[in-house]
């Protein structure tokens, strides 16, 4: 193969690919694929039966579906009649944690709601699922107080409620299942930032944070299951036993307010 085909046509370095910890380098000697590892950030956290030592910058933390079709009063869950308590419970608790996450330098992603608006992708039982009824609002649909169609990508009921903000170096990712690793690029996005280490909030905790967190246990992240972040309009013991089966077979529970309280500690340092 000739060189001249390979080789920088500057001697000013350069570099390809998704993060600096994940890129090739070329520089007028050549082109390196030799990727630079950063140094570790350990954070201790106190989980409900043990103590865990997180990386930070392998670490994520992805919240599940807090959107307006789910938790404004005016969105597509509401007016079908489910209640926003439980789906607005997890706000003022991601709303204290999420500038003590973010000023540590650790990474947000945002996984909501967001189908094709001709519905293409959805198979009978999610369509029946979402519409019971020949005159039910099902998934694509407008409901009587229109804000658009229901969790169409670009919709308003898509979009990430106006209570909890958001940063430019936040990830968004849309997904058309309870699973967020579903058909889309969660999986190649994660594994190119080189994570490993996945939190998990949002709603609901019996439905897609659960369905999600086990398809990251079973690809082979490393999870945790902040309670105290989630919540779901399912009875109680619904979410014992999700609590239960993420400690038995899938990773770790533990609660957000511990996570503050070490992002609080290591701040002090």
């Given at each position: ?94 709303r204290k944690l999420l500038p003590a996450w973010r000023q540590v330098g650790a990474q947000v992603l945002w ?70 690793f579903w058909d889309n690029e969660l999986d190649s996005l994660l594994r190119a930032k080189g994570i490993t ?73």
């Amino acid at each position: 193969m000739n060189k001249r085909s390979v080789s920088p046509k500057s001697s000013a370095p350069a570099t390809f690919g998704p993060t600096r910890c994940n890129a090739w380098r070329v520089n007028a000697s050549g082109i390196s694929l030799v990727r630079q590892s950063q140094p570790a950030q350990p954070l201790q956290i106190e989980a409900d039966t043990c103590t865990l030592e997180l990386d930070l910058t392998r670490s994520l933390l992805i919240i599940v579906d807090m959107q307006n079709d789910f938790c404004h009063p005016q969105g597509w869950f509401a007016q079908k009649g489910v209640s926003m308590r439980a789906t607005r419970r997890p706000i003022p608790v991601l709303r204290k944690l999420l500038p003590a996450w973010r000023q540590v330098g650790a990474q947000v992603l945002w996984l909501n709601w967001g189908i094709r608006d001709d519905l293409l992708n959805l198979p009978a039982t999610v369509h029946y699922k979402g519409k019971r009824t020949a005159d039910g609002v099902g998934y694509g649909e407008r409901s009587p107080i229109d804000h658009g169609c229901s969790v169409v990508q670009g919709e308003w009921g898509a979009q990430i409620i106006p209570e909890l903000a958001t940063e430019p170096t936040d990830i968004h990712v849309n997904k058309h299942r309870l699973s967020g690793f579903w058909d889309n690029e969660l999986d190649s996005l994660l594994r190119a930032k080189g994570i490993t280490t996945l939190l998990f909030a949002g709603i609901n905790t019996d439905r897609c944070v659960f369905s999600t967190l086990q398809d990251a246990a079973f690809l082979g992240y490393d999870c945790i299951l902040l309670k105290d972040a989630c919540s779901t309009p399912s009875p109680a013991y619904v979410s014992r036993a999700i609590h239960y089966l993420v400690e038995q077979c899938h990773g770790f529970v533990a609660t957000a307010a511990a996570l503050q309280q070490s992002l609080a500690s290591r701040h002090q340092e």
